[in-house]
């Protein structure tokens, strides 16, 4: 358990320094207060608006769920037309 905690110490440390090191180059502290705003901006936005939040979420997930349904019915053609294929060679 010792070894654990100071791999998990190790890390977060690493994470740390890593992280305020990459802060001083201006253009990295830019592009990161950016993203920190877009993150905050979006984020509020959710709390204000949870239904526009869930309604949003429902249509993301309802457009994979439709590319996986039609990807996997590609999918399950193409093994079809595979076994088909192999059919033909074995019989003759």
């Given at each position: 358990m010792m070894g654990r905690n100071k791999l998990l110490t190790g890390i977060l440390l690493g994470a740390a320094v890593g992280g305020l090191a990459m802060l001083f180059d201006?253009?990295?502290r830019e592009?990161?207060?950016r993203k920190l705003s877009a993150a905050k901006?979006?984020?509020v936005n959710c709390v204000k608006n949870p239904s526009n939040t869930v309604m949003q979420l429902r249509t993301t997930v309802d457009k994979y769920n439709t590319a996986f349904v039609q990807n996997a019915e590609q999918a399950i053609n193409a093994l079809e037309q595979v076994g088909e294929t192999i059919e033909k060679f074995q019989d003759k």
């Open positions: 201006r253009e990295t592009y990161t207060g901006t979006s984020t």
